[in-house]
């Protein structure tokens, strides 16, 4: 499915400055890109399905995308959620964090040409919420942020806080998402609502798109997919799809591929990737 979109979006709204990337508390990241992005996210580590996850790794060291995205929950920190745990895994969480470190290792390591975002979602903003509410003290230690906890600088991946998000060229934003509707497409439809223009979020764990034309221009927004493991042990048979997208960008343009991952296996340009399930030795 490619999409052909184009229309500006704005997120600025102004408000506190975030000391270490300059921008206003809200403010998205602006970049300039032409090239391939790809964006994958809620792998929830350690629940991420590592061998969907295998298949898309591979595929993303044989296309080098110049620009790889991670739109949030890339996390669970299931160990401070506020929701009931089951004990035997709330008391976890430097494991559940070294699982995150080594996928961003491995993801740098295949990837070493191409630039790296990771965004918050609202699985790491648990660890804000839980410092303000329960240890407001510890909350400027530099260990207890995303980036110390993620390993991203050592990996010079680039970090922007919960729904600021990144804008590429003026024209298509990657969110996390912090709406849920219940089905493909709704939510995309609710972003659209809730901030104009174009752009792709995670959050739903869900696959979709919303478009729109009127007399400014053709917009899309699209929902991400997810890449956690789909029978999680707080949730029944959840309406969850795997997958992950392409947005490839001229300077002035985009197009969308939305890739759906189906039992471990998924079709880009003609050819099936992946190993169905079967243990690859990588
Ligand atoms: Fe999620
Ligand atoms: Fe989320």
Known sequence: MVHLISGKTSLRNGGLRNEKTGRDRGDCMDIKFVGTMAVINDTQNPF????ALTEVELFLEELQPGLLVKAGDTGDFYGISHFDKNPARANHMQEDLNSVKRMNNRQRKILSNSRMIDLDGNHEDRLRRYLWSKAPALASLDCLTIDGLYGLSDNDIEHVDYEEGVTINGIFTVLHGDLIRPHSGYTAKGMF???GGSGMHGHTHRGGCHLRRDRSGVYGWWENFCL?????????????????????????RFWVEPIPVINRKFMYGGRIYGSGGKKRSV
């Open 193 to 195: 609502e809730k901030h």
């Open 228 to 252: 956690c493991d789909l029978n999680p042990d707080w949730m029944r048979n959840p309406n969850w799809q795997q997958g992950f997208s392409l947005v490839h960008f001229t300077k002035d």
């Open 48 to 51: 991420q399905d590592q061998r």
